[in-house]
């Protein structure tokens, strides 16, 4: 009994020092800067000015870029953006290429925010985005990056338990989260949690923290480093917004993407339908408006404490649960987001960017006909209701719910 006792201790230490540094972090941030924001001098654009190691160095930038929030191009595309695009990056530098490729040729680009949103941090990645002339651009940096705690929590800490060790052997040994494994008795991986942290608290700063979206009253849309948008993306969704007005307006979310092929692209160009938002189906090119965040931000305990590692699963999970009315999804059929992606969370080696760019030429030939439709036309409305899943665990540990819970308020 003593020795739970201990335990709990031990991982309320691990969290209130993991505050404490953030804290400490903000502090030293804030002191050393002036308040203008705008300024050019030690912002995510300055690469001489943001160091990569050593790790504390590497943390006071990162804040520092998050406090600052440097935009790119502001000079020559001055005025509010027309719209937001939100992309969240790893790792995958041949893969954001295609991304930001794909979105040099959409039409009216020049009218867009983009903010890439980083859990990894190197030159390489951010000489990527800050290549970009074709647009405003702002980078947001992750501040709980298992590349900030290569040794404790939100990392992996030496004392954790490993994932498939059994409880009763946990608890005698004395590992640090002995007494809270997930579902299906495995303990935490870091790798895993973080995907689901970073897009919560990519969430809460870009509604809440961004000085670039003060005012902003359309839809933010979010993307991931391996998506590609077909050229007449921005014109869909303007036309997803002017229908929503008369033909949905109890439709919570704008799906721009989905995971069909392009095989009959021409014929479904123009065709919308209305159904319940799930996850397998509509979390590719997802828009929300500030509204839904906070239906979103009411379900700030549920969201981080349900025991699956994945956001759009928990997500689908809360519509219908947290949230009592289900999100309601305006759909578009002939999909404007392609994932090229061909390994990732899951699958590290064997990744082959080339045959995925290969791929989307091949469906942007197919694809050219059909785009830019004069207007849409609804083609079907599914049922709306709660889509009950079987949760895939990864997410048992209590350090992840607190942490997560904390975004709202300590971002």
């Known amino acids: 009994m003593r020795l739970r006792l201990l335990r709990r201790k031990l ?72 719209l937001v695009l ?3 990056v790893h790792n995958r530098p041949d893969y954001l290429k295609m991304l930001i490729r ?91 949690t973080q995907t689901k942290h970073h897009w919560w608290w990519k969430l809460h700063f870009v509604w809440e923290r961004l000085l670039a979206m003060q005012g902003y009253s359309g839809f933010a849309v979010f993307l ?39 095989n009959d692209f021409t014929k479904m160009a123009d065709k919308v339908l209305t159904a319940s938002w799930m996850s397998t189906k509509h979390n590719m090119g997802m828009a929300i408006s500030r509204e839904v965040y906070y239906k979103l931000m009411g379900c700030n305990k549920d969201f981080c404490t349900y025991d699956d590692y994945n956001w759009d699963w928990t997500l689908q999970h809360l519509s219908g649960s947290c949230i009592s009315k289900p999100l309601k999804v305006l759909v578009a059929q002939g999909s404007r987001v392609l994932h090229t992606g061909d390994c990732g969370l899951h699958q590290k080696e064997a990744c082959r960017p080339e045959w995925a760019a290969r791929r989307v030429e091949e469906s942007l030939q197919k694809a050219r006909e059909g785009l830019f439709p004069s207007s849409l036309v609804l083609s079907g409305s599914e049922p709306v209701e709660h889509k009950a899943h079987m949760k895939n665990g990864g997410w048992g540990d209590v350090r992840d719910h607190v942490l997560c819970k904390n975004y709202a308020r300590r971002l």
Do not use: W
């Not at 020092?17 to 705008?38: E, P």
């Not at 007449?232 to 439709?251: I, N, Q, T």
């Open 11 to 82: 991982l309320v230490l691990a969290l209130v020092l993991s505050f404490l540094l953030v804290t400490l972090l903000l502090f030293f941030v804030s002191s050393d800067t002036d308040t203008g924001l705008d300024s050019a001098s030690d912002g995510p654009g300055d690469t001489g000015s943001f160091q990569y190691a050593p790790v504390p160095e590497l943390s006071r930038s990162v804040y520092s870029a998050n406090y600052r929030q440097q935009v790119l191009n502001a000079d020559s595309f001055p005025g509010d953006p027309q």
């Open 86 to 88: 939100v992309v969240q």
């Open 102 to 192: 794909s979105l040099q040729n959409a039409a009216e680009v020049h009218s867009f925010l983009l903010v890439f949103s980083h859990d990894h941090f190197s030159e390489e990645i951010s000489a990527i985005v800050q290549s970009i002339t074709f647009c405003k651009v702002l980078q947001i940096y992750f501040p709980f990056s298992t590349q900030l705690y290569p040794g404790a929590f939100p990392g992996k800490d030496p004392g954790d338990c490993a994932r498939d060790l059994p409880k009763e052997e946990a608890l005698r040994t004395g590992c640090l989260n002995a007494e809270h494994p997930d579902s299906y008795g495995h303990y935490r991986e870091a790798s895993i």
């Open 224 to 262: 991931e480093e391996d998506n590609y948008v077909l050229p007449d993306f921005y014109h869909l969704y303007k036309a997803m917004v002017e229908f929503r007005k008369s033909g949905c307006p109890d439709c919570d979310v704008l799906a721009l993407g989905n995971h069909d092929a392009l």
